[in-house]
């Protein structure tokens, strides 16, 4: 009895362990030195190409370029992005917005310090 408990817990932290790891997210390569002023907003989403996107309410998908030292880790619950200082930004299904703006390569590069969950509002 005391070998199936065991295995159990093993089982149990090695789910737990594996669940809480990190994602693959498209940064910027260094710190910014100035940034576009255009605004998107959308549903955080999970994304081959940049690891994580937003859709916007016309169900378009917006690839992301994240701020330097941004980071994605997926947990039980799903991806969370995680600023420059280690505090979660946004959860995966959540609605944020951002300022930045498109660049020749059709992805939306996020200013620092400007992504943040959308108004109440700006979700219905």
Not at 31 to 36: D, K
Not at 92 to 119: K, R, T, W, Y
Request: glycine fraction near 10%.
């Amino acid at each position: 009895m005391k070998h199936r408990t065991f295995w159990a817990a093993a089982a149990v932290a090695i789910m737990l362990v594996a669940g809480c790891s990190p994602t693959t997210l498209r940064t910027q390569p260094g710190p910014l030195s100035a940034c576009m002023d255009a605004l998107a907003t959308g549903t955080l989403v999970t994304s081959n190409a940049s690891g994580l996107a937003i859709r916007a309410s016309d169900g378009t998908l917006i690839e992301v370029e994240w701020p330097f030292e941004y980071t994605a880790r997926r947990d039980i619950t799903g991806v969370t992005l995680v600023d420059s200082a280690g505090a979660v930004v946004a959860r995966e299904g959540q609605v944020i917005q951002m300022g930045g703006g498109s660049g020749a390569d059709n992805v939306f590069h996020a200013c620092p310090g400007s992504i943040e969950l959308a108004d109440e509002n700006l979700r219905r």
